[in-house]
Nanobody, 118 residues
Framework: QVQLVESGGGLVLPGGSLRLSCAASGGSISRLTVMGWYRQAPGKERELVAQIIGGGVTNYADSVKGRFTVSRDYAQNTMYLQMNSLTPGDTAVYYC???????????WGQGTQVTVSS
């Protein structure tokens, strides 16, 4: 069974950058047709931030377009989220997700906290 573990969160100043990693174990990320990053701020619902599908098609929430970049490295068996020009509105717990309808998998990581504050 594939497991996902996020890392790279922390405290950053407004305007700063962070790179989140989502490392897979127990199987290859190539088995996950769709992988994505979600976030949940206090008192709010979990929302999709960025998604990468199949061969590399990407989708982004309007609020992060032009600032965030999602990518996958099959050799490292890891998905990344490069976050630039961070604002306090980006503060949330960030979760990675991977799923495959064909294989019946929908896997979540445990989350990593991102706090943007001066």
């Amino acid at each position: 069974q594939v497991q996902l573990v996020e890392s790279g969160g922390g405290l950053v100043l407004p305007g700063g950058s962070l790179r989140l990693s989502c490392a897979a174990s127990g199987g290859s990320i190539s088995r996950l047709t769709v992988m994505g990053w979600y976030r949940q701020a206090p008192g709010k619902e979990r929302e999709l931030v960025a998604q990468i599908i199949g061969g590399g098609v990407t989708n982004y929430a309007d609020s992060v377009k032009g600032r965030f970049t999602v990518s996958r490295d099959y050799a490292q068996n890891t998905m990344y989220l490069q976050m630039n020009s961070l604002t306090p509105g980006d503060t949330a717990v960030y979760y990675c997700n991977g799923r495959s309808a064909l294989l019946g998998m929908n896997i979540w990581g445990q989350g990593t906290q991102v706090t943007v504050s001066s």
